[in-house]
């Protein structure tokens, strides 16, 4: 089993519908993230977690929100999706003992119409 | 801005050669460079870890140079296999606690058999 599962894989919605991203993890870390991947613009982190109490904005949180239902459970929400949000998304973890590698989910393919 | 630039053009290398991608950076002073490989449709899954302070890292074939006063990272395969197809992502981070790393695009590379 991977460490970091996200779900759905694959997701068309259409425009203005909520949809909800899954994920969950067994590294038992207490960081969680969450990313966009576009073609030409790399990964850009949307939010952040420390713990099941601590909610951070990253670079591009607008039209997003999430929630940490614990420590291995991290979910991202489009509340109205536009076809600008179609894109690559990636649930990631890290320890927070200092220098820290990610471990990635397998991403959700996201696609607004 | 800070900026961190990668090779957009696919890099592609005969079969037992060495392939040395780069990694440039502006505005920027990372305390650490990181280095992910990249499949199609998966997630990003992490390689080596250099510290500012260290010239080279190595890890079986993969070898890493950091040199902070020309603002670049280069990351060596040696003996490259068909196998070492993918995209290899820099990461870089100011100080070590994840949240604030920033990903180049990336560099296709293609090991030709």
């Given at each position: 089993?991977?460490?970091?599962?996200?779900?759905?894989?694959?997701?068309?919605?259409?425009?203005?519908?909520?949809?909800?991203?899954?994920?969950?993890?067994?590294?038992?870390?207490?960081?969680?993230?969450?990313?966009?991947?576009?073609?030409g613009l790399g990964l850009r982190l949307i939010y952040?977690?420390?713990?099941?109490?601590?909610?951070?904005?990253?670079?591009?949180?607008?039209?997003?929100?999430?929630?940490?239902?614990?420590?291995?459970?991290?979910?991202?929400?489009?509340?109205?999706?536009?076809?600008?949000?179609?894109?690559?998304?990636?649930?990631?973890?890290?320890?927070?003992?200092?220098?820290?590698?990610?471990?990635?989910?397998?991403?959700?393919?996201?696609?607004?119409? | 801005?800070?900026?961190?630039?990668?090779?957009?053009?696919?890099?592609?290398i005969q079969e037992g050669k060495t392939a040395t991608?780069?990694?440039?950076?502006?505005?920027?002073?990372?305390?650490?460079?990181?280095w992910y490989r990249q499949d199609p449709g998966r997630?990003?899954?992490?390689?080596?870890?250099?510290?500012?302070?260290?010239?080279?890292?190595?890890?079986?074939?993969?070898?890493?140079?950091?040199?902070?006063?020309?603002?670049?990272?280069?990351?060596?395969?040696?003996?490259?296999?068909?196998?070492?197809?993918?995209?290899?992502?820099?990461?870089?981070?100011?100080?070590?606690?994840?949240?604030?790393?920033?990903?180049?695009?990336?560099?296709?590379?293609?090991?030709?058999?």
């Amino acid at each position: 089993d991977a460490d970091v599962t996200q779900t759905p894989r694959n997701r068309i919605t259409k425009t203005g519908k909520r949809i909800m991203l899954e994920c969950s993890q067994t590294k038992g870390h207490d960081r969680m993230y969450w990313y966009r991947q576009d073609p030409g613009l790399g990964l850009r982190l949307i939010y952040y977690s420390f713990d099941v109490k601590d909610i951070n904005k990253g670079e591009i949180s607008d039209g997003y929100s999430v929630s940490r239902q614990a420590q291995a459970k991290f979910s991202l929400s489009l509340e109205s999706a536009i076809p600008n949000q179609t894109a690559l998304y990636f649930c990631a973890t890290s320890d927070g003992t200092g220098v820290a590698e990610a471990f990635f989910g397998q991403g959700t393919r996201l696609t607004v119409v | 801005s800070q900026k961190i630039e990668q090779n957009s053009e696919a890099l592609n290398i005969q079969e037992g050669k060495t392939a040395t991608l780069t990694c440039n950076y502006t505005n920027y002073s990372p305390a650490y460079l990181q280095w992910y490989r990249q499949d199609p449709g998966r997630g990003p899954v992490f390689l080596l870890l250099i510290r500012e302070n260290e010239k080279e890292k190595r890890k079986e074939r993969l070898k890493v140079t950091f040199d902070t006063t020309l603002k670049q990272s280069l990351f060596h395969i040696t003996a490259s296999q068909p196998a070492d197809s993918a995209t290899y992502l820099c990461a870089l981070d100011p100080s070590g606690g994840y949240q604030k790393v920033t990903f180049g695009i990336g560099t296709k590379l293609q090991v030709i058999p």
